[in-house]
């Protein structure tokens, strides 16, 4: 069955840097396009943007852009988000999932979700 592994996550201060994995399982990984989501408490989970099945193209939502970014490693079926200068705001469980993306614009491939990977900004 399809499984994502997300992990990395931890209380970082205002500014810090953390790098976040997720390992996929269950389908063929460099066949699909990977997009990372984070959940805020008391919010609906919420696109963070995407990367192409050979990291050749991704997309960042306005939020992140210029501070987070994307890789993926196909030989070991992982996706990576690398966070920096890091704001109170991106409070949140961080999941990934494979998807279909053009542009800005992306569709869930599974709807399968795995357990997620907190971030905590704090002071």
């Known amino acids: 069955q399809v499984q994502f592994v997300e992990s990395g996550g931890g209380l970082v201060q205002p500014g810090g840097s953390l790098r976040l994995s997720c390992a996929a399982s269950?389908?063929?990984?460099?066949?699909?396009?990977m997009g990372w989501f984070r959940q805020a408490p008391g919010k609906d989970r919420e696109y963070v943007g995407g990367?192409?099945?050979?990291?050749?193209?991704?997309y960042y939502v306005d939020s992140v852009k210029g501070r987070f970014t994307f890789s993926r490693d196909n030989a070991k079926n992982t996706v990576y988000l690398q966070m920096t200068r890091l704001k109170p705001k991106d409070t949140a469980v961080y999941y990934c999932?494979?998807?279909?993306?053009?542009?800005?614009?992306?569709?869930?491939?599974?709807?399968?979700w795995g357990q997620g990977t907190q971030v905590t900004g704090s002071s």
């Open positions: 990367i192409a099945w050979n990291g050749g193209n991704t």
């Open positions: 269950g389908f063929t990984f460099n066949d699909y396009a």
């Open positions: 999932n494979a998807i279909h993306i053009s542009g800005s614009e992306y569709s869930l491939r599974y709807d399968d």
